[in-house]
């Protein structure tokens, strides 16, 4: 059901690579909820993935940009804002990639050249983006910016290797960009926590279906599905949620709260 929430606000989503990226979700609730945006994703991407299926439903236009480069990340918000025709209401990065966790590497034996990448990758870029956007005055008062988090932030997860870290630097950013933009021109930066979801970035992860299995168990609510976490860019994009910022928020069916559940208790019990 919509609710004509982003009714005459102007985006840019990232990282949509098939149905199951989350960006996916977004963009079609986003276009359900009345608002017009550009679609980016790596070049690479645009070769892999089903982008201009995406991009048609939507009736979007795609900007290709290696969200690395503040050069392709200047032409990305210089071409959205003159095709959509006025400055942007939202921003959605919704990109990550670990080289390490590609290949395997644990914690301890991680390339450096690599670790570079992911945390430019999935870091820097979000910092870059709203340096280029700032720089460009690209942005509506009142603006929102969402990035994709994970609790390994937080908490150690083996497994998550360099993107926890990345994922601890993306979150940073949130709250000094919050500061800055909030004070410029009330634009709100914001990260979402979201739960393990089955996803091409998702599943890369070693031992990501039993993790998977432990959090949907372990969360009352169960695991947050994409298309809930698309909901709630929706409503941290919408009017709705103008006073919330430089917050990392949960979003993941009440895993970050639990200690343990009885699901949990009873698995060991067996
Ligand atoms: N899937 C999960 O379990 C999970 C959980 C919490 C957070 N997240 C985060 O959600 C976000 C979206 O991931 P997803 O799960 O939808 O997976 P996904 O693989 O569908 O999306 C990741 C996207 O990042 C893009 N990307 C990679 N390198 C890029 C570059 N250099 N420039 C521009 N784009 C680039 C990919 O092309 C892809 O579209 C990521 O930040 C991810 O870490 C995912």
């Given at each position: 059901?919509?609710?004509n929430l982003?009714k005459?606000?102007r985006?840019?989503?990232?990282?949509?690579?098939?149905?199951?990226s989350?960006?996916?979700?977004?963009?079609?609730k986003?276009?359900?909820?009345?608002?017009t945006?550009?679609l980016?994703?790596?070049?690479?991407?645009?070769?892999?993935?089903?982008?201009?299926?995406?991009?048609?439903?939507?009736?979007?236009?795609?900007?290709?940009?290696?969200a690395?480069?503040?050069?392709?990340?200047e032409?990305?918000?210089?071409?959205?804002?003159?095709?959509?025709?006025?400055?942007i209401?939202?921003?959605?990065?919704?990109?990550?990639?670990?080289?390490?966790?590609?290949?395997?590497?644990?914690?301890?034996?991680l390339?450096?050249?690599w670790?570079?990448k992911?945390?430019d990758?999935s870091?820097?870029?979000?910092?870059?983006?709203m340096?280029?956007?700032?720089?460009?005055?690209?942005?509506?008062?009142?603006?929102?910016?969402?990035?994709?988090?994970?609790?390994?932030?937080?908490?150690?997860?083996?497994?998550y290797?360099?993107m926890?870290?990345?994922?601890?630097?993306?979150?940073?950013?949130?709250?000094?960009?919050g500061y800055?933009?909030?004070?410029?021109?009330?634009v709100?930066?914001?990260?979402?926590?979201?739960?393990?979801?089955?996803?091409?970035?998702?599943?890369?992860?070693?031992?990501?279906?039993?993790f998977?299995?432990?959090?949907?168990?372990?969360?009352?609510?169960?695991?947050?599905?994409?298309?809930a976490?698309?909901?709630?860019?929706?409503?941290?994009?919408?009017?709705?949620?103008r006073?919330?910022?430089?917050?990392n928020?949960?979003?993941?069916?009440?895993?970050?709260?639990?200690?343990?559940?009885?699901?949990?208790?009873?698995?060991?019990?067996?």
């Open positions: 059901m919509a609710y982003l005459g606000k985006g840019i989503i990232s990282g949509a690579l098939d149905e199951n989350i960006a996916w979700h977004v963009a079609e986003a276009h359900a909820e009345g608002a945006f550009t980016t994703n790596a070049p690479i991407a645009m070769r892999m993935g089903k982008i201009n299926d995406l991009a048609k439903a939507c009736n979007a236009e795609i900007i290709p940009a290696d690395t480069s503040v050069e392709e990340l032409n990305l918000f210089s071409k959205s804002t003159e095709i959509l025709g006025g400055k209401d939202f921003v959605l990065h919704s990109i990550g990639m670990s080289p390490n966790i590609r290949k395997g590497k644990s914690y301890g034996e390339n450096y050249d670790y570079q992911s945390i990758i870091a820097l870029s979000f910092h870059k983006m340096h280029v956007a700032e720089k460009q005055d690209a942005l509506n008062e009142w603006a929102s910016i969402v990035g994709l988090s994970y609790i390994a932030a937080q908490r150690t997860y083996p497994f290797t360099d926890a870290d990345a994922k601890a630097v993306l979150e940073s950013i949130a709250r000094g960009y800055r933009l909030g004070k410029a021109k009330n709100r930066v914001n990260t979402i926590s979201q739960s393990p979801t089955k996803t091409t970035a998702g599943s890369g992860i070693d031992g990501f279906q039993s998977y299995d432990f959090a949907d168990k372990q969360s009352p609510l169960g695991n947050a599905p994409a298309g976490c698309a909901d709630y860019c929706i409503s941290l994009f919408s009017d709705l949620t006073m919330v910022t430089m917050q928020l949960y979003h993941d069916g009440g895993y970050s709260s639990t200690g343990i559940s009885e699901e949990v208790i009873e698995m060991f019990n067996k």
